[in-house]
């Protein structure tokens, strides 16, 4: 069946958002040309700007490869979605937990106990 020939639901139809025609296509022209015309070069050149995407996280994670214990992992896995995050969350209580008990050493500090 030729596209003439097709019936249309009327459900389907969107007379706010017709079916470009190729006339329509013939008369398309880039957003940088139209956004200049109808806000000025400066408002269009922010406009086009490339956005960069996600900002940068104050504090992004680390990437890491580690292996835990299969019934560690299944236990986490089990909670559902968001399973990696409680792992962290769990860490990092058990990193407060530890620092309330004992002082934690510094960083490359050496045991002066010989």
Do not use: C
């Amino acid at each position: 069946m030729d596209k003439k020939n097709r019936r249309v639901d009327p459900e389907l139809v969107d007379d706010d958002n017709p079916e470009l025609t190729d006339e329509m296509v013939a008369r398309a022209r880039p957003a940088r040309e139209v956004l200049r015309e109808q806000f000025g070069e400066a408002v269009a050149a922010e406009m086009l700007k490339p956005k960069g995407g996600r900002p940068k996280s104050a504090a992004p994670k680390v990437l890491l490869s580690v292996r835990y214990s299969p019934d560690v992992i299944a236990h986490f896995r089990a909670t559902g979605e968001g399973w990696q995050a409680r792992m962290d969350s769990a860490l990092r209580e058990w990193i407060d937990a530890q620092s309330k008990q004992r002082p934690r050493k510094k960083a490359g500090a050496k045991d002066k106990a010989a």
